[in-house]
């Protein structure tokens, strides 16, 4: 799950990182009012859970409460990468002398986190990433210990930090590592963390990802998720525990396992193909899982033909033939459907679907082709 | 011969008296694997299983009445890091963690501190071990293979079964078939794994099921090209997966341009390795 840049910088406020003044609006009155509030210069920033804001344009400098609200009118009717923008947000405006890059990740290899700073910090981090990747240091942190006094004080001297600075960096750099453990990141981000006019540390800009997975322990946090941001039919995955990706092709598909899953798409591109979702109805799914599995992929106008590749092992074929049919009462389907059951309950299900007017297939590749055909045909 | 587990196998199952720990310790034993204790906290002295199997409160109690050498763990996601500890804890060298879902801040703890007790953890994630003919330890169906001489090593739960399947319906047989899981952070990588395949006098062949994410099939092409003497074959799941969407599974994710099936593909070609376009091809491969 994605936080927007207002919703992490008040987490990392939280754990001791300092953040400018201001507050988010979703209208250019409330915006005027915030910069009004907050005197002088601000930042007007669209609120899109993408990255490249700047570039786009999204985020502008305000001279008056006056030009805050122009901007704002203007930045909340704009698109971001094919995402309308929502809500801005009103910072006072910082000088900056100074961008660095701070961020705490996880290392799937070392399977530690992993610190990263850099003196070059700002928008073009991922091209010193790229370019000159010696710029970025890295300090692997023990999940078990923590981040170590003496590992920030490293890092403050690997990227030239002015000693002045060396405490306050200390500060942050251990608030970053406690936000992230205590949120269950997956990435905790400034950039920039910016040195400004009076020499003091500032954390001008904020992103986290947070694990799915940790969501049942973070309450608070899973109330913050943005669905205005995501797919409307993934959202109602979600919600019947199925995990489904909204692609771009013509053939629906519903396995079970996330690995059989890519690979149905896999095949069906590989016979000529495209596949109009991921679906993963997870193990041991009953009826009603598959039913509401059906209907989010038939309410997809692209779909020309759906296949169901189900193998067998926790899941009950037979189950998942129950709810194929109750969703076919339910939904009037006019589209071809491919349908393979393989494994546990196998023969009770197609028994079942006998008189569904489903086209069978005994192989994945054969089922597939077979797929491929019907929406060729449809 | 076989890896990791045999008739010898004295298992414990830790979230025996829950419903997935029931049906598939019900399962395991129906196959004829040594299912020696259970424990769930609270329902010690207990029997389940028309009084086969003995419940235990801790794993630690378990292991001094029954001396279980390996444990699977089925807990819920909340509960399965303090299992593994648990079982490490109490000197159990093979743990098999089938539950989905742990966090993965949580695997980096239990991961960092199995290794310091040099303890093996298969999983989290992942459908289990599976030797057939000899013992089962999770829920991969039992039905589904014969005993032979391939060596199988997976990231992935049904698509594991597709193969098995396939390779039954050729009469080719399997030594031993490890789910190694699809968490971004696991306990045994596809190199453990081959490592056991090569020193196993059963296995002659090997098949390896991976899939987008990560970098682990590439640092698999590396060892298969330096230590490797017997024949692999392969499948990578993923070639049409979209960059930055997490495909059901944690670490089933291509980021930062990193983790393409493309990539782990021509990596493992450049290995030697054949590399089959759908999974019922991986058989065919190495007959």
């Known amino acids: 799950m994605k936080l927007h840049e207002y919703q992490s910088k008040q987490i990392f406020a939280k754990y001791g990182v300092p953040i400018p003044k201001g507050r988010v609006a979703s209208t250019a009155s409330e915006a005027r009012q915030i910069a009004e509030e907050l005197g002088g210069r601000v930042v007007v920033k669209s609120q899109v859970l993408v990255g490249g804001r700047g570039k786009a344009g999204g985020i502008k400098v305000a001279k008056s409460p006056a030009e805050a609200e122009q901007f704002a009118t203007q930045i909340l009717a704009m698109e971001i990468k094919g995402l309308p923008v929502r809500k801005v947000l009103?910072?006072?405006?910082?000088?900056?002398?100074?961008?660095?890059?701070?961020?705490?990740?996880?290392?799937?290899?070392a399977r530690k986190p992993v610190m990263m700073a850099s003196a070059a910090g700002g928008v073009d981090i991922e091209e010193v990433a790229a370019t000159?990747?010696?710029?970025?240091?890295?300090?692997?942190i023990d999940p078990l210990l923590g981040l170590r006094d003496y590992q920030a004080r490293d890092i403050a001297a690997s990227i030239d930090l002015p000693r002045e600075n060396w405490r306050e960096f200390g500060v942050i750099a251990n608030g970053l590592w406690k936000a992230y453990k205590a949120t269950d990141?997956?990435?905790?981000?400034?950039?920039?963390?910016?040195?400004?006019?009076?020499?003091?540390?500032?954390?001008?800009?904020?992103?986290?990802?947070?694990?799915?997975?940790?969501?049942?322990?973070?309450?608070?946090?899973?109330?913050?998720?943005?669905?205005?941001?995501?797919?409307?039919?993934?959202t109602e995955a979600r919600k019947y525990g199925l995990s489904f990706i909204k692609l771009d092709g013509d053939i629906g598909c519903m396995v079970n396992g996330a690995g059989l899953a890519m690979t149905s798409m896999d095949v069906i591109k590989l016979f000529g193909g495209e596949p109009a979702n991921f679906l993963d109805i997870g193990g041991g799914a009953g009826a009603d899982k598959v039913a509401a599995a059906m209907r989010i992929i038939l309410s997809d106008p692209n779909v020309k033909a759906v296949l169901y590749n189900i193998f067998g092992g926790i899941t009950r074929c037979d189950e998942v033939a129950k709810g194929i049919l109750a969703a076919m009462e339910e939904v009037k389907p006019n589209v071809p459907m491919v349908v393979r059951l393989v494994g546990t309950n196998a023969e009770e299900g197609r028994a079942l679907l006998a008189d569904a007017n489903m086209i069978t297939a005994d192989t994945l590749a054969d089922a597939a082709q077979k797929a491929v055909a019907a929406a060729k045909g449809a | 011969?076989?890896?990791?587990?045999?008739?010898?196998?004295?298992?414990?199952?830790?979230?025996?008296?829950?419903?997935?720990?029931?049906?598939?310790?019900?399962?395991?034993?129906?196959?004829?694997?040594?299912?020696?204790?259970?424990?769930?906290?609270?329902?010690?002295?207990?029997?389940?299983?028309?009084?086969?199997?003995?419940?235990?409160?801790?794993?630690?109690?378990?292991?001094?009445?029954?001396?279980?050498?390996?444990?699977v763990i089925f807990v819920p996601a909340r509960f399965a890091a303090d299992a593994m500890?648990?079982?490490?804890?109490?000197?159990?060298?093979?743990?098999?963690c089938i539950t989905e879902g742990v966090p993965v801040q949580d695997m980096m703890r239990v991961r960092n501190y199995l290794d310091q007790k040099k303890v093996r953890l298969?999983?989290?994630?992942?459908?289990?071990?599976?030797?057939?003919?000899?013992?089962?330890?999770?829920?991969?169906?039992?039905?589904?293979?014969?005993?032979?001489?391939?060596?199988?090593?997976?990231?992935?739960?049904?698509?594991?079964?597709?193969?098995?399947?396939?390779?039954?319906?050729?009469?080719?047989?399997?030594?031993?078939?490890?789910?190694?899981?699809?968490?971004?952070?696991?306990?045994?990588?596809?190199?453990?794994v081959l490592e056991?395949?090569?020193?196993?006098?059963?296995?002659?062949?090997?098949?390896?099921?991976?899939?987008?994410?990560?970098?682990?099939?590439?640092?698999?092409?590396?060892?298969?090209?330096?230590?490797?003497?017997?024949?692999v074959a392969s499948f990578i799941a993923g070639q049409t997966a979209p960059p930055g969407k997490r495909m059901g599974h944690a670490g089933a994710i291509i980021e930062g341009g990193a983790g393409t099936a493309a990539d782990k593909i021509a990596a493992l070609e450049a290995a030697g390795v054949r590399v089959a376009k759908h999974p019922e091809e991986i058989p065919t491969l190495l007959k």
């Not at chain 2, 500890?85 to 098999?96: H, K, M, Q």
């Open chain 2, 196 to 231: 056991m395949f090569e020193h196993d006098a059963q296995t002659e062949k090997v098949i390896m099921i991976g899939e987008i994410g990560g970098t682990d099939e590439e640092k698999a092409a590396e060892f298969i090209a330096a230590k490797m003497t017997k024949p």
């Open chain 1, 185 to 234: 990141s997956t990435l905790a981000e400034i950039n920039p963390l910016v040195i400004n006019k009076d020499k003091k540390l500032v954390a001008l800009d904020g992103k986290m990802l947070i694990d799915d997975n940790a969501l049942f322990r973070l309450p608070d946090l899973a109330e913050m998720r943005d669905i205005d941001e995501e797919a409307p039919s993934e």
């Open chain 2, 1 to 71: 011969m076989s890896v990791l587990i045999n008739k010898n196998t004295r298992l414990l199952v830790q979230g025996i008296t829950g419903n997935e720990g029931l049906f598939h310790t019900t399962q395991m034993v129906a196959y004829g694997t040594n299912v020696v204790a259970g424990v769930t906290p609270g329902k010690g002295g207990e029997w389940v299983l028309d009084g086969k199997v003995p419940v235990f409160d801790s794993v630690k109690i378990a292991v001094e009445a029954t001396g279980a050498n390996t444990s």
């Open chain 1, 132 to 140: 000159a990747p010696e710029k970025i240091i890295k300090v692997h």
């Open chain 2, 122 to 192: 298969v999983g989290p994630n992942c459908p289990g071990l599976l030797t057939p003919g000899e013992a089962k330890v999770g829920i991969i169906p039992g039905n589904i293979a014969i005993s032979g001489n391939v060596g199988v090593v997976s990231r992935s739960g049904t698509l594991t079964y597709e193969v098995l399947y396939a390779m039954k319906n050729l009469d080719m047989g399997a030594s031993t078939c490890v789910g190694i899981g699809g968490d971004p952070v696991n306990g045994t990588n596809f190199i453990d």
């Open chain 1, 90 to 109: 009103i910072d006072e405006a910082s000088a900056i002398e100074q961008e660095i890059y701070l961020g705490i990740t996880n290392d799937r290899a």
């Open chain 2, 85 to 96: 500890f648990e079982a490490a804890d109490a000197g159990i060298p093979l743990i098999v």
